[in-house]
């Protein structure tokens, strides 16, 4: 019985079943992350204080939430324009770690007048980031190598090359730790007045609308849409498959080097060695739960902001350890993941009659 048993792709998924599949498997998933956390320690009647009362509806709260929420936007959006053409950016966290090298390095060398050197690191930023996908992009297009193995790799490379920097040229003699000297006002974003909320927000939330337009109003975006479905298939009708990849890829690659320029001149104010850690799996999952649409993805990206403004205090009253919230992201990713499985798929058995 079980071997003639097959799963068979729907030819189109319901709306209520999609619907309700993605409803429960986010309440599993949310589910299993409370008792986790009740597991580890937190009190269960802390939980909706911490989560939702002290995150969402306190003003502290709500400022800590959109501050963090920033790179979160930028680096879920460029998971999701790379997504949108099944470009598997497995390096954002890298992409993220060249845009912090581009801005601090147009920070430190003081290059351009203060007047225009803010938007200056964003250029170098998005640039850096850009060129870090770059390799993987032409590595696929050219010999299809996977990108998930180069972009991962860079990953790595990008971080020793920040440590490099830190242990060496770029360390802040007056400072024991491996950091560099602090930015100059002109080169930190404004600060709203709002808690820790800085003008980049307005990045953040600007991106989201441009990247909205593009994927959603735009020809490029139907090209987008058509080559993450099927490249063959978009291929053989004519359209652009390698130009809407690399111009998608280049675009993820600038919004995760945003991403960290967003960092460095929005709340470290310097370059660290620990500035981008956490991010490449939060991209994931957020472009994940949005299924690569960009106002989800920015929607998605606050919540999770929320839960990186939550885990920040349990960390210091509870102890919990980083690995829990990341921990807690995965359950609800894998638990959203597997209600949409089987949404999608459907169990085919022979007819009783029929089995052997």
């Known amino acids: ?37 009740v597991f580890v320690g937190v009190p ?9 009362v002290e995150t969402f509806l306190t003003s502290d709260g709500l400022a ?17 324009v790379a997504m949108r053409v099944s470009f598997w950016n497995i390096g954002v966290e890298g992409q993220l770690w060249l845009g912090a090298i581009g801005a601090s390095w147009i920070a430190l060398g003081n290059i351009g007048p203060e007047a225009v050197r803010l938007p200056l690191m964003l250029v170098a930023a998005a640039v850096a980031g850009a060129a870090w996908i770059a390799l993987p992009m032409v590595l696929k297009m050219r010999w299809n190598v996977s990108e998930v193995i180069s972009t991962l790799l860079l990953g790595n490379v990008a971080f020793l090359l920040v440590q490099h920097l830190l242990f060496g040229a770029w360390r802040d003699p007056a400072n024991s730790f491996p950091i560099s000297a602090a930015l100059d006002p002109a080169e930190e974003f ?76 929005g709340t470290e104010h310097r370059l660290t060695q620990t500035l981008g850690n956490g991010y490449l799996f939060s991209a994931i999952v957020i472009a994940f739960l949005a299924r690569a649409r960009p106002v989800a993805a920015v929607a998605i990206a606050f919540v999770l902001g929320g839960v990186f403004t939550a885990g920040s205090v349990l960390k210091v009253f509870y102890s919990i350890s980083e690995a829990v919230i990341v921990l807690i992201q995965g359950a609800v990713l894998l638990s959203v993941l597997s209600a949409e499985f089987f949404a999608t798929y459907r169990i085919n058995r022979p007819p009783r009659g029929n089995a052997q």
């Open 1 to 37: 019985m079980l071997d003639s048993t097959v799963l068979v792709r729907r030819q189109e998924t319901p709306l209520w079943l999609s619907i309700a599949a993605y409803a429960g498997g986010l309440i599993v998933g949310l589910a299993v992350s409370a008792a986790l956390l």
């Open 44 to 52: 269960p009647e802390a939980l909706i204080d911490e989560f939702l």
């Open 64 to 80: 800590q939430t959109a501050t963090a929420a920033i790179p979160l936007i930028l680096v879920g959006l460029s998971a999701t």
């Open 190 to 265: 404004s600060p709203l007045g709002w808690g820790q909320v800085h003008t980049g927000l307005w990045l953040a939330l600007g991106a989201g609308v441009v990247v909205w337009f593009v994927l959603e109003r735009t020809r490029i975006g139907f090209y987008a849409r058509a080559v993450g479905l099927n490249p063959s298939a978009a291929r053989a009708t004519g359209l652009p498959v390698r130009l809407t990849t690399s111009l998608l890829a280049l675009a993820s690659g600038a919004l995760s080097g945003l991403a960290g320029a967003s960092i460095v001149a």
